[in-house]
């Protein structure tokens, strides 16, 4: 008959006890959220500041702290995806690649004939040899810069493709070498993105890789998405090349292996440089805004002792011949060595403000990134606004779960009263389960809990239906209400496993919000089972066992 | 006894089928209707579908659309789109309106500028404006976001098929994607009839109405499979009227308590998810009308082979068994 055992009333219990204990913190979501503040500080810094242990004394530390996260929409922040532009690596790539070829196809002048390079497409490297009967020969030489590609297809393929036509050889990288450019690019790209980001230190943000060639930026509590644009959509390319001229033309054509290069500040100046640089950002170690001798803002910078060395022996050997320092394709100065540097440290002033020199020391730190990135969405929500939200959902959520209490008690008496008891346990749940994996909440999240209260009693409601029925036909009111929970069982778990089905799809497919949406409703269903047939059948029971009613009223 | 609240008396025996030629009727319409309307007024797509920015302002001055409609005039930007925003939870000196940009040239979300001398613009009217909040979406990324949201919408109708035809018989499998599609598309008519703005949490609300209306078909279907097992020898229409009527108490009492809170959310739960709740509350309406009317009116048209009982459920066993009629129910 009626009967659960011992252990599974404790069990029972015992969820529900840890539930509460688990979804406490968020009833006290500004001072816990100070004191994992306070001791994440503290961690960091080492340092135990009055205002710190206060904060972090605020919550004992033998409670649970992991709070439900509020997702952008709630909290404000900005939202960016951004887009990097991987192909711009492969020029880079063969670019590089072409003083080597030259080099090598020049000690072989007597064979191949006389070398030139070719227009072609970006990324693609073409070079017109002399003796077109030797093709052969310059293959040869050419696949001596490729090297096989490790993948994890474990095809033995190799870096370059090496294709020709008539007197032209055209080498570009090879799909296997593109792939795996590709990753490494997004890798140091999402590195770098992150460095930035934490330069500026907010709190959590997510910096994640969606796609192929897709980073996910997200960072609460900034004031809008285009100053974080700002901070991570600038390149940060730093380099120091040879200046070979100087030009008012814009248009003018520059040699093979030049560029040209405007002035940051001077309008209509533009710098002819020589392609390869001296230096270059990678072999910064440090960037910090300072003061020249002016007292202009200005950025003091120190090389790694190989970029030191490359330095030095530059300026020792150019003394007299200017050199630009040239960030993002322009020219931020452009001195004349006067001697040679070999302390390996330096200094960029210029005309900037103390902000930018603070700016530009950050970008210099944390490094360039390998390829631009472009921007395909970008959100932001002001915090008064999610604020405004959060408020909205709890008003909505109370008024929503009280209605809903009221009907059930109306409708089903005593049994009204324990579906309501569920319902609480079910809410209590549902934000210990979120704490717990560290969901993040959205605002369509909010509605997916509203929902759930809805729904959740339709479980209860499949159950105390079936027993009224059952009462109607079985004997005595212990069987009845057996039957009606073996009965109702099929079509709750049928019910719920459609709806669940549809979560899952709109997790797997939705994205930030959406997948909010998705994730409370998952867990609003997996709880409201579990306290439908769990925890109102164990208060059924143990009513029933207290009581021992001749006749139940449904 | 004990007072009790019943939205449905304890026993019915309403004839479902008696106005059948009438409810195919208004199913039939209302889904040809919705299918004209998508076509002639189209979906209000939001800037998730179709690229774009939105600028929420909040003023407090009243919102004065004309005003910033010339304000934005001078700026080339294409399409704009100026609706004043209302909602109950609104101070009074809280005007909000949404500013929608229509997308720019190439894949990128939208530059700094052109946000910067929207707003610049828009404080010409109002120097004291601000702005909550500011979306903005590449024309990239709202091609793929369609994409997605199509085949969100298949995927799960798909699934739940196959659910229901491994749990049921297949002629439940189709009554149920049947009613679904229904929900779905007369769902959408209403969005395009009152031009509602359609967007990514619209496509989550229509999947949460396919969900709920299938969560209502099923428990109809369920008992409808133990009926037919109870009852071997009664004609399927008289079944499933019983099944219905015998789950009619359950589904009123559960689209009431979803529509509670739901209507809570709908009035309290502020502007900027209106439309999300709005789709799934409508839906709520037309998923518990269609599996009461749709689906299995259905399944009844594609009739069901009665003599074989499922032989994965035990209660049908025992039925075959020589003890039948021994059960205690």
New interface residues.
């Given amino acids: 008959m009626l009967q659960i055992d011992r252990w599974k009333r404790v069990l029972i219990f015992g969820i529900c006890l840890l539930g509460l204990f688990y979804a406490l913190p968020n009833a006290f979501y500004a001072r816990v959220e100070a004191h994992n503040d306070a001791v994440a500080r503290i961690e960091a810094t080492g340092v135990e500041t009055p205002e710190l242990v206060a904060a972090r004394d605020g919550w004992p530390s033998w409670m649970p702290s992991n709070l439900v996260n509020l997702g952008l929409?709630l909290r404000g922040g900005a939202h960016l995806?951004g887009?990097v532009q991987v192909a711009e690596v492969y020029k880079t790539r063969v670019d590089a690649l072409w003083p080597e070829l030259r080099t090598a196809l020049a000690a072989e002048r007597d064979t191949v004939g006389a070398i030139r390079r070719v227009e072609a497409p970006e990324g693609v490297l073409s070079v017109e040899i002399g003796n077109a009967d030797q093709m052969p020969r310059a293959i040869e030489i050419a696949r001596g810069f490729s090297d096989p590609v490790t993948t994890l297809t474990g095809a033995g393929q190799q870096s370059l493709a090496i294709a020709t036509q008539g007197a032209t050889l055209t080498i570009q990288l090879s799909d296997a070498e593109k792939a795996v450019t590709d990753d490494r690019t997004i890798q140091q790209s999402l590195e770098i993105v992150r460095r930035r980001v934490d330069e500026v230190g907010t709190r959590e943000p997510t910096i994640m890789r969606q796609g192929e060639d897709r980073i996910l930026i997200q960072v609460p509590g900034i004031g809008?998405?285009?100053e974080l644009?700002?901070l991570i959509g600038t390149t940060a390319q730093l380099t120091f090349n040879p200046v070979l001229g100087t030009t008012g033309d814009a248009e003018a054509e520059p040699g093979l292996g030049q560029f040209i290069a405007p002035s940051i500040d001077q309008e209509g100046v533009y710098y002819i440089l020589e392609d390869t640089p001296v230096v270059s950002g990678e072999d910064l170690v440090d960037a910090m805004p300072g003061s020249d001798e002016n007292g202009q803002p200005s950025v003091n910078f120190r090389f790694n002792p190989s970029g030191a060395r490359a330095f030095g022996s530059y300026t020792s050997q150019n003394i007299g011949q200017p050199f630009a320092i040239v960030l993002d394709d322009e020219v931020i100065s452009a001195p004349v060595i006067r001697s040679a540097i070999t302390t390996g440290s330096g200094q960029i002033s210029g005309s900037m403000n103390f902000d930018q020199a603070n700016q530009l020391s950050v970008l210099l730190r944390a490094g360039a990134l390998p390829a631009e990135m472009?921007?395909?969405?970008?959100?932001?929500?002001?915090p008064?606004?999610g604020q405004?939200?959060v408020d909205?959902?709890k008003?909505?959520?109370a008024?929503?779960?009280v209605?809903?209490v009221m009907?059930?008690i109306?409708?089903?008496?005593r049994f009204g009263v324990f579906a309501a008891v569920a319902l609480t346990f079910n809410m209590v749940l549902l934000f210990a389960v979120l704490s717990l994996i560290g969901a993040t909440l959205t605002?369509?999240g909010?509605?997916g809990i509203?929902?759930t209260?809805?729904?959740a009693?339709?479980a209860n409601?499949?159950v105390f239906?079936r027993i009224?029925?059952e009462l109607r036909?079985?004997?005595g009111p212990a069987r009845a209400i057996e039957?009606g929970y073996e009965?109702a069982m099929?079509?709750i778990v049928?019910?719920?496993?459609?709806?669940l089905?549809?979560?899952a799809?709109?997790f797997v497919?939705?994205?930030g919000?959406?997948k909010g949406?998705?994730v409370t409703?998952t867990i609003g269903i997996v709880t409201s089972v579990f306290t439908a047939l769990f925890v109102t059948r164990l208060i059924t029971i143990m009513w029933f066992e207290r009581a021992r009613p001749k006749q139940i009223?449904v | 006894m004990a007072f009790r609240l019943k939205l449905i008396p304890d026993q019915t025996s309403f004839d479902f089928f008696r106005w059948q030629a009438l409810t195919f009727g208004i199913s039939a319409f209302l889904m040809v209707a919705s299918v004209a309307v998508l076509f002639l007024n189209g979906l209000n797509f939001g800037i998730d579908f179709r690229g774009g920015t939105t600028i929420r302002t909040e003023s407090a001055q009243p919102v004065d659309v004309a005003a910033y409609r010339d304000a934005l005039s001078g700026l080339e930007l294409g399409d704009v789109a100026i609706t004043e925003v209302f909602d109950p939870g609104f101070a009074a000196d809280q005007n909000v309106s949404q500013v929608r940009i229509s997308a720019q040239d190439g894949t990128e979300a939208v530059t700094p500028q052109t946000i910067a001398t929207v707003e610049e613009a828009l404080r010409g009217v109002d120097p004291e404006m601000t702005f909550p909040s500011v979306e903005s979406v590449g024309p990239k990324v709202s091609g793929e976001l369609v994409q997605t949201a199509i085949y969100a919408v298949l995927a799960s109708l798909v699934a739940i098929s196959i659910y229901i035809w491994l749990r049921f018989e297949w002629q439940f499998a189709v009554g149920a994607i049947v009613s679904l599609f229904h929900d779905v598309l007369i769902t959408m008519g209403i969005f395009a009839l009152f031009q509602i703005r359609f967007d990514l949490t619209t496509i989550a609300a229509l999947l949460t109405i396919v969900g709920y209306s299938i969560n209502d078909t099923v428990v109809v279907f369920d008992r409808l499979r133990e009926n037919l097992i109870k009852y071997k020898t009664r004609a399927l229409r008289e079944v499933m009227n019983l099944s219905v009527n015998e789950t009619l108490s359950r589904t009123t009492m559960t689209s009431v308590t979803t529509l509670l809170a739901l209507i809570a959310l709908l009035v309290l739960g502020g502007d900027v998810i209106r439309g999300f709740v709005f789709a799934i509350t409508f839906g709520i309406f037309i998923g518990t009308y269609s599996s009461v009317y749709v689906a299995k009116n259905f399944v009844l048209w594609l009739g069901v082979r009665r003599d074989k009982p499922d032989p994965k459920d035990p209660k049908a066993r025992k039925n075959l068994s020589p003890f039948e009629g021994a059960e205690e129910v």
Avoid: C, H, Q, W
């Fill in positions: 929409d995806l887009e809008s998405a285009t644009k700002e472009t921007f395909l969405e970008e959100r932001t929500v002001g008064e606004l405004d939200s909205a959902g008003v909505a959520a008024v929503g779960f209605a809903v009907l059930m109306l409708s089903y008496g605002l369509p909010i509605a509203v929902l209260i809805g729904m009693v339709d409601v499949l239906e009224r029925e036909t079985a004997r039957l009965k099929s079509a049928d019910a719920n496993i459609t709806t089905i549809v979560a799809i709109l497919l939705g994205s919000p959406v949406f998705a409703l009223e």
